[in-house]
């Protein structure tokens, strides 16, 4: 009798099996809330060291220090520099001219100075300005026989190891002797080498005047040889207004097949944390991320003793861990840079006759900020942990997990032609356009054709025959049939799974109807609606009413003579029956096992 009138409930869920959906809906609420306020809290934070006048900062920096020209010269500034004798015009005429501002543009003096430089008035030059080459080594390549008699000198590309280290011209002055690179500065990762510290240095003075006569000296001594492999020009500005500091390396790499490449670098970061008073509320929401930073991993790590191994198959727990990890890796950079700053930016200010070096502060403060944007960027992807019950997003995640076979078969299809376009086009073209003269830049191209950013007239002109039969197979290929090969595999098996949805292969809960339901049942008890009939108690009527139905048209025992076909809604309606038998014959399953493992337990 029992077990026919559960049979007749049509499947209802067990008491102790809606108790546990409803904890697990209670518990998914609370940690969505909890963890929505950890991610309004780090945007704050974010957003708290992200100030918009860095941008115009560096925007005004760069276009004194860059595309300012030679008088008299329109073309020639340091963007354009392609010889030593343009190098030499822009160091003796724009970059000396906008480093040295010591007047009104009324020529009226300005006020207090102290012997420091006011760039745009409002920037006050730190210290002076540094000057610094490397060089390479003589005979540090070898020429080829027949060509010694033309040329017995080979200067080969920058690296560590054919450095020049000895003393070279005057011999005099530190801008002539070599200087020990110091350990602790990083290394610049520039377009024909990666550079270190130290080299032939000298500092300029805080007169226009003597530094363009030390400028003048350099230059009639040729300070600038065929061994010369880079210069660096640093120097940072401070601008009280809006507490910025504005590092500014200014590069000039001289490659092994002569002429200049220049490059710049303009970092504005805020060395100084907390000064107003909203710094100090950025202050306090720090200390709250440290505080959710310590109970999540709290959470974490009693998840991994409970589920032990099962923990990792998930992979919400690997960007659980992931985002953990890099919220202890931010803080860890922040602690460093707040020390860092703390034990030098006295010892950076005392003396303004030496160049203060902050390119050591303001490279590990960017890469903080780094940091904290790979963070929040994972911070955002989690929200999908939460709304994946939702019906659009769980059909969303069942057509990516379905096709995803299907996905890595096509991608070892797709990089094979891709890899092999990729490597003809730098064969091909690498010697005429800018965008196939590496490896890795054709890879990007071709990622840019595929956009329709492409450069057809470059690969043209570079092979008349080739060019065009590269340019056309491979949009045939990657654009007309592998990318629609790839939407078709996405197409078909979204289809397939919006077909099993709309006949009642869906969540056991979605978060709106949760949300919803917790909303309507606020309302009723604060008696502002009016009470709705228990859905499990909907759910049983209608189930009584299906087997009621279906018994009486296949189950009768009056003989039908007549066909009678089954329609669509029949159809569904007993697919959705056997879909609820099926839970509970899941749910008696479990119930087995449990007794099952109880007497095994007993005989032991």
């Known amino acids: ?124 030059l730190l210290g002076v300005p540094r000057v610094r080459q490397l060089k390479v080594r003589n005979n540090t390549c070898k020429v080829y026989s027949s060509f010694q008699s033309l040329m017995n000198e080979c200067y080969d590309k920058y690296t560590s190891k054919n450095e020049d280290l000895s003393d070279f011209g005057l011999k005099s002055d530190s801008e002539w002797k070599y200087s020990t690179p110091n350990r602790s500065s990083p290394w610049h990762w520039g377009f024909v080498g990666i550079y270190r510290n130290g080299g032939y240095i000298f500092t300029l003075s805080k007169s226009k005047s003597e530094t363009r006569s030390k ?91 409970e589920f032990k191994s099962a923990y990792f198959q998930s992979i919400w727990n690997w960007l659980e861990l992931l985002l953990l990890v890099l919220c202890f890796v931010a803080i860890a950079f922040n602690v460093y840079c707040n020390i860092q700053i703390s034990l030098l930016l006295g010892q950076l200010l005392k003396n303004t006759e030496k160049y203060s070096d902050f390119y050591f502060l303001a490279y590990w403060h960017i890469y903080y900020n780094n940091i904290i944007a790979i963070t929040i960027f994972f911070a955002w992807i989690k929200i999908f942990k939460f709304i994946s019950f939702n019906k659009t997003m769980s059909q969303l995640s069942s057509t990516l997990s379905r096709c995803m076979k299907d996905i890595v ?32 830049n054709s890879i990007f191209a071709q990622f840019r054709i595929i956009l329709g950013d492409f450069n057809f007239a470059g690969i043209q002109q570079a092979n008349r025959i080739l060019g065009p039969i590269y340019f056309i197979t491979f949009i045939f290929f990657v654009f007309f049939v592998l990318l629609n090969m790839f939407l078709a595999i996405i197409n078909d ?29 606020a309302l009723e008890k604060l008696k502002l609606k009016k009470a709705q009939k228990d859905e499990s108690k909907e759910s049983a009527e209608k189930m009584k009413k299906w087997k009621e139905r279906l018994e009486k048209k296949y189950y009768s025992t009056e003989i039908q003579d007549d066909y009678q076909p089954v329609t669509q809604q029949e159809f569904r309606d007993l697919f959705l029956y056997a879909v609820e038998l099926e839970k509970e014959l899941h749910y008696v399953s479990l119930k087995l096992n449990r007794v099952m493992r109880k007497v095994s337990a007993l005989q032991y």
């Not at 660096?232 to 002429?259: H, K, Q, W």
């Open 215 to 305: 400028f003048i000296n350099l230059r009639l001594n040729s300070w600038i040889t065929r061994s010369t492999r880079v210069i660096f020009i640093d120097f940072s500005l401070y601008n009280a207004n809006v507490n910025l500091f504005c590092i500014i390396r200014l590069v000039a790499e001289f490659p092994a097949t002569g002429g200049i490449l220049t490059s710049w670098q303009f970092y504005s970061v805020k060395l100084l944390r907390y000064v107003s008073n909203y710094d100090y509320f950025i202050a306090s929401c720090e200390i709250t991320f440290c505080i959710f930073l310590i109970v999540f991993t709290t959470q974490e790590i009693q998840k991994m003793r």
């Open 493 to 521: 098996t979204y289809a397939e799974v919006k077909a099993d949805y709309s006949i009642g292969r869906r969540p056991d809960f979605e978060l709106g109807k949760m949300i919803k339901k917790s909303y309507n049942n």
């Open 1 to 124: 009798m029992a077990e026919a009138s559960r049979w007749h409930l049509g499947g209802t869920p067990k008491p102790k099996l809606q108790y546990r959906k409803d904890v697990e809906i209670r518990t998914t609420l609370q940690e969505l809330l909890l963890y929505l306020i950890f991610l309004i809290n780090l945007c704050i934070l974010t957003f708290g060291m992200v100030n918009p006048h860095m941008y115009y900062l560096n925007k005004v920096m760069a276009s004194l220090f860059l595309d300012t020209s030679v008088p008299g010269e329109e073309r020639t500034n340091f963007r354009s520099i392609r010889s030593i004798t343009d190098f030499w015009k822009f160091m003796e005429g724009p970059f000396l001219e906008g480093l040295y501002w010591d007047s009104w543009y009324n020529s009226n003096d300005l006020y207090d100075l102290k012997n420091t430089s006011r760039i745009y008035y409002e920037n006050i």
């Open 409 to 440: 078969g096509f991608a070892i299809m797709f990089f094979i032609i891709f890899f092999a376009y990729a490597q003809l086009g730098f064969l091909v073209f690498g010697s005429q356009v800018d965008d196939f003269s590496t490896f890795q």
